[in-house]
T-cell receptor, first 110, second 114 residues
Framework: RKEVEQDPGPFNVPEGATVAFNCTYS??????FFWYRQDCRKEPKLLMS???SGNEDGRFTAQLNRASQYISLLIRDSKLSDSATYLC???????????FGKGTRLSVIA | GAGVSQSPSNKVTEKGKDVELRCDPI?????LYWYRQSLGQGLEFLIY????????KSGLPSDRFSAERTGGSVSTLTIQRTQQEDSAVYLC????????????FGSGTQLSVL
């Protein structure tokens, strides 16, 4: 089983739609969780951290379910500029490198 | 300020040749990472450096791969006797400290081994 698993998509949604991605991780001792965004042929960039209590940043909401070992990202009121690949990222302990999922591709259509 | 800088942006080489990829991290960042990304694949961790500590080389796929970081700043990833399966985008990232979740990536080196 891969450490971090994501549905590769693509998710094709119209502008204004709400879309949600899930990600599962295999290591129950994982400590930190993040969502990164990667535009086509560009480098990944941090979108947001994921906290145990859930957190929101504008139209983006991240949730963590430790019992089921999954992380979610909800995007409300999708914009064309949200089109990208969303990478689920996990850190297993404080001094280990980030482990990246393969990403979920989102296309927002006008 | 300047971000993470990588060079070259593209490298085409013949199978069996050695290549060197360079990364110049953000000034003051103590942690530096190398990842690679093959077409349609996720980021694969290769190696990281943290300050003056010994690097974590656990992700290097074979002994043909090596990396060094001089003076706690610039890093070079060397691939000896390149193989076609080495073709990928090699991404360097830096962060203020090792446990930091915010990595700043360079734009990568696209390596093509013919």
């Amino acid at each position: 089983r891969k450490e971090v698993e994501q549905d590769p998509g693509p998710f094709n949604v119209p502008e204004g739609a709400t879309v949600a991605f899930n990600c599962t991780y295999s290591n129950s001792a994982s400590q930190s969780f993040f969502w990164y965004r990667q535009d086509c042929r560009k480098e990944p960039k941090l979108l947001m951290s994921v906290y145990s209590s859930g957190n929101e940043d504008g139209r983006f909401t991240a949730q963590l379910n430790r019992a089921s070992q999954y992380i979610s990202l909800l995007i409300r009121d999708s914009k064309l500029s949200d089109s990208a690949t969303y990478l689920c990222v996990v850190r297993n302990s404080g001094n280990t490198p980030l482990v990246f999922g393969k990403g979920t591709r989102l296309s927002v259509i006008a | 300020g300047a971000g993470v800088s990588q060079s070259p942006s593209n490298k085409v080489t013949e199978k069996g040749k050695d290549v060197e990829l360079r990364c110049d991290p953000i000034s003051g960042h103590t942690a530096l990472y190398w990842y690679r990304q093959s077409l349609g694949q996720g980021l694969e961790f290769l190696i990281y450096f943290q300050g003056n500590s010994a690097p974590d080389k656990s992700g290097l796929p074979s002994d043909r791969f090596s990396a060094e970081r001089t003076g706690g700043s610039v890093s070079t990833l060397t691939i000896q006797r390149t193989q076609q399966e080495d073709s990928a985008v090699y991404l360097c990232a830096s962060s203020e400290w090792l446990g930091e979740g915010k990595l700043f990536f360079g734009s990568g080196t696209q390596l093509s081994v013919l």
